[in-house]
């Protein structure tokens, strides 16, 4: 199982001001968690270095669902992601009727073994 670098401070994320995606990239980049990925020919790619990975190259420390206050089809979510090289960073992936099915199904090709515990930050308590 894989080890995670940092641990993300979760209380953190919980709180009523962290509804907004642009909330939760924000603290997270001040986490370290800089790097910008993007779906690009199957593959997660970060946008400065070009890397391109596969679902088993990618580890989901935390992830957020948001669902949009006026429209309930805005729906996203902010994924959390350390890479096979240690690079840190975050994507944000639209899912409901407007989804990219194949870059939904290329976070469900991650093997759940590359979840951290209690990725799901909606599940906390």
Do not use: C
Not at 60 to 68: D, F, N, T, W
Not at 89 to 95: D, E, I, N
Not at 100 to 115: Q, V
């Amino acid at each position: 199982m894989r080890k995670f670098d940092k641990q993300i401070n979760r209380k953190d994320m919980k709180r009523e001001d962290s509804k907004h995606e642009t909330d939760n990239i924000k603290r997270y980049q001040e986490e370290g968690y800089t790097a910008n990925y993007i779906f690009e020919n199957d593959r997660l790619v970060d946008s400065e270095t070009k890397e391109a990975y596969n679902p088993e190259d990618v580890f989901i420390v935390a992830h957020h669902r948001y669902e949009g206050m006026s429209d309930p089809d805005d729906m996203s979510i902010l994924y959390v992601i350390e890479t096979k090289d240690k690079r840190k960073g975050t994507h944000l992936l639209g899912y409901g009727p407007t989804a990219d099915l194949e870059e939904a199904e290329f976070f469900k090709d991650i093997p759940k073994t590359n979840y951290a515990k209690n990725a799901d930050i909606n599940e906390l308590t």
